[in-house]
């Protein structure tokens, strides 16, 4: 039986993890700390300046925000979250944009009033927003994770500081994550606990991917794999997933349910295992006990990687989809854990060169070694421990991994960034 204390972290966890957010988290984050300065400021800026690290420019540059006409970028993300977001949203701060609201944001786009510069610092996810209006000004900050907000100031004087500038913003502790901790937790949890966090995972994020199958975002590409690959429910997993990216990235203002900080991870690790689920005939209890096992061994990973790296999130999040699926069908920890080193032995050289339209090819691409990886681990074939970046045991290869995310593609990073910015 699984110890009570990590009963309760866990469910913490996922109420910590599992949260409603519009569009790409990086944009939104930036829209949220710019409400958040407007209300500390009191009045409409005059002009906006956003300092943010690299990971924060390459996640924000290319991606589609929602609510905005179309618009990319920082300057545009900033001006609505100032100008017409509703801070009380949170990650979904831009659903209260309309049409003025959009206008005036635009008008403040055209003169200029927002500046954008390079914040050198230790800390991938980490920006500064400062307002200023006549002789007053207000300044939020916030680093590691998207609302974690460690400084507010107004007219240089603090509004809050965070007690230890250095947290992460987790709350709730997360020692006890194990794949053997986990499996016992999907096995074991009352299901009434859970079912709050995953109904609203199914009913957010099945209404996005059946949007984006319709086609009209990026290249199309959930509608494009039926067509092309045909019959099979593989197939269709990644079509869904694939399509509910694209629609996020490409401008979508339906919310979806985000993991370890990402939309896409979130997407990546519940969209697959729904899907087959319904098309299986798999009961709706298994189903939402499949998802949770998916949503906490995503944040397993990402414990280890961090919220953004030049990794890319939707290895974790299929990694841990494919090991859903292998749990789903009854597999043994064994082959759930065969599951995930078959895939870390295949894909965990996928780069994240920022949140865009092709993040959705990259999750199909993922979610294929996963399946794939699941397959094998059912048939008791497995990549051998100790090639290569495995290890003796699943749990260590997640951290080997994740020490190659956070630690051994920091230059990597740095050039990914660099390209970007040259573009």
Do not use: W
Request: glycine content about 10%.
């Amino acid at each position: 039986m699984l110890d009570e204390k990590i009963k309760s972290d866990f469910l913490g966890i996922l109420e910590e993890e599992l949260i409603p957010a519009m569009g790409c988290t990086e944009p939104i984050a930036l829209a949220y700390a710019s409400a958040k300065a407007r209300e500390t400021l009191g009045k409409n800026p005059e002009k906006l300046i956003a300092k943010c690290s690299g990971n924060m420019i390459k996640n924000v540059r290319c991606v589609r925000i929602p609510n905005s006409g179309g618009m990319t970028g920082i300057e545009a993300a900033c001006a609505l979250g100032a100008l017409c977001g509703d801070v009380l949203r949170g990650m979904e701060v831009l659903e209260a944009v309309n049409p003025e609201g959009l206008e005036k944001a635009m008008k403040f786009l055209e003169k200029g009033g927002c500046e954008v510069e390079y914040l050198e610092s230790p800390h991938p996810l980490h920006f500064i927003i400062t307002l200023i209006s006549g002789n007053d000004f207000a300044e939020v900050e916030v680093r590691h994770s998207h609302t974690n907000i460690v400084r507010i100031t107004k007219n240089g004087e603090n509004v809050f500081m965070a007690e230890d500038f250095e947290e992460d913003g987790a709350v709730v502790d997360r020692s006890g994550l194990s794949v053997e901790n986990i499996y016992a937790f999907a096995e074991e949890i009352e299901l009434s606990a859970i079912e709050p966090f995953v109904k609203k995972q199914v009913e957010y994020n099945m209404a996005i991917a059946e949007e984006g199958m319709k086609g009209g975002y990026g290249v199309g590409i959930g509608k494009e794999m039926l067509e092309v690959y045909p019959g099979h429910v593989f197939t269709k997993m990644k079509a869904f997933a694939a399509a509910a990216s694209e629609a996020r990235m490409d401008g979508c203002s339906m919310p979806v349910i985000i993991t370890s900080g990402s939309g896409n991870q979130g997407l990546a690790s519940s969209v697959p295992v729904i899907v087959y689920a319904r098309e299986k005939g798999i009961l709706e209890e298994r189903m939402f006990r499949s998802i949770i096992f998916s949503s906490l061994l995503t944040v397993f990973q990402k414990e280890y990687i961090g919220k953004l790296s030049a990794f890319c999130g939707a290895v974790s999040a299929s990694c841990a989809a494919g090991a859903a699926i292998t749990y789903m069908v009854g597999g043994t920890i064994r082959q759930i854990k065969d599951t995930i080193d078959n895939t870390m032995a295949d894909i965990p050289g996928i780069i994240c060169d920022g949140a865009k339209s092709s993040c959705a090819a990259k999750i199909a691409s993922a979610l294929d070694a996963s399946l794939f990886a699941h397959v094998l681990a059912m048939k008791g074939k497995v990549y051998g421990a100790n090639t290569g970046i495995l290890r003796s045991d699943a749990g260590k290869t997640i951290r080997s991994v994740g020490h190659i995310g956070k630690v051994g593609m920091k230059q990597t990073d740095s050039e990914i960034v660099k390209i970007m910015i040259e573009n």
